[in-house]
């Protein structure tokens, strides 16, 4: 078991690209999540995928994010046209079937200049 | 809808004294507890849950919190901290939607202590 990993781990971009950021959670969780932590604040729920199945997305995810998971394995979450607002840490999380505590990877920290 | 609310934002405290870090949640269903831990420019880690059973549960390094259905409350405490359990704490709760859960986070508390 080596843990929920993510990369990059560090992201620094301009305002109007596109970022994409992975996630790989423990190989036998099916449940993953993806969080946004903004500075002084506490995680905030993105999505979460059950396998390949992507079954919520809070509505802080505006249009131009979107986020994959093809093979119900690694998942990928895409922001296009960064603004400055989307700078924050971007955490996943994954957990089995029957549990209730989710374990997180280390995050991806977006600055947008 | 479920909710957590930390009291207090920063919490300054000597080394080895003891501390508190409190937290309060609103839930209309069955309640499940979690605190987290993040170092600076980490991820969170579970320190510990309360899922059911006995109301204090504890940590492997020192710290216990205490269910507490009548205050709606879930208080973490260390009887004596080290300038190492310097970090931000986070509770959270568990939420049921549409046949899946997810974990509701208050804005976390940061523990400072000091030599």
């Known amino acids: 078991d080596t843990g929920v990993s993510q990369d990059p781990r560090h992201k620094i971009t301009k305002r109007g690209q596109n970022v994409t950021f992975r996630c790989d959670p423990i190989s036998e969780h099916n449940r993953l999540y993806w969080y946004r932590q903004t500075l002084g604040q506490g995680p905030e729920f993105l999505t979460y995928f059950q396998n390949e199945a992507q079954l919520e997305k809070s509505r802080l995810l505006s249009d131009r994010f979107s986020a994959e998971r093809p093979k119900g394995s690694f998942s990928t979450l895409e922001i296009q046209r960064t603004e400055q607002g989307d700078s924050a840490m971007y955490l996943c999380a994954s957990k089995g079937g029957d549990s209730y505590e989710q374990y997180f990877g280390p995050g991806t920290r977006l600055t947008v200049t | ?115």
């Not at chain 2, 508190?20 to 170092?39: A, D, I």
């Open chain 2, 1 to 115: 809808a479920q909710s957590v609310t930390q009291l207090d934002s920063q919490v300054p405290v000597f080394e080895e004294a003891p501390v508190e870090l409190r937290c309060n949640y609103s839930s209309s269903v069955s309640v499940y507890l979690f605190w987290y831990v993040q170092y600076p420019n980490q991820g969170l880690q579970l320190l510990l849950k309360y899922l059911s059973g006995s109301t204090l549960v504890e940590s492997i390094n020192g710290f216990e919190a205490e269910f507490n259905k009548s205050q709606t409350s879930f208080h973490l405490r260390k009887p004596s901290v080290h300038i190492s359990d310097t970090a931000e704490y986070f509770c959270a709760v568990v939420m049921f939607s549409g046949g899946y859960n997810k974990l509701i986070f208050g804005a976390g508390t940061r523990l400072a202590v000091h030599p």
